[in-house]
Nanobody, 116 residues
Framework: QVQLVESGGGVVQPGGSLRLSCAAS????????ASWYRQAPGKEREFVAL????????DYRDSVKGRFTIARDNNRNMVFLQMNSLKPEDTAVYYC?????????WGRGTRVTVSG
């Protein structure tokens, strides 16, 4: 079964850290670009971070640069998002996405709440 399953969300105080994980199965994960998106209540889903499949390049939205790090482990078919110095505006459901040519796969999301 082709799927992405996120984990690692939770409630954290401002300034804290979380590490999100995304486990891929049912497809050749190493070929796919892996990315994280998020959707805050009442807002559009937005791009957060990208790791390309072949060249291992990364990209981030400006508001998370220097705080978030995306990494992947193709041997384990996983992608991670290390989030440091979290802010209340980072509160959202975080989704894992894998894309190869026109084939796109989404996970169901994991909720992150930054409050305190």
């Amino acid at each position: 079964q082709v799927q992405l399953v996120e984990s690692g969300g939770g409630v954290v105080q401002p300034g804290g850290s979380l590490r999100l994980s995304c486990a891929a199965s049912g497809f050749t994960f190493s070929l796919y670009d892996a990315s994280w998106y998020r959707q805050a209540p009442g807002k559009e889903r937005e791009f957060v971070a990208l790791n390309t499949g072949i060249h291992d390049l990364t990209d981030y939205r400006d508001s998370v640069k220097g705080r978030f790090t995306i990494a992947r482990d193709n041997n384990r078919n996983m992608v991670f998002l290390q989030m440091n110095s979290l802010k209340p505006e980072d509160t959202a459901v975080y989704y894992c996405r894998a894309a190869y040519r026109q084939h796109i796969i989404w996970g169901r999301g994991t909720r992150v709440t930054v409050s305190g």
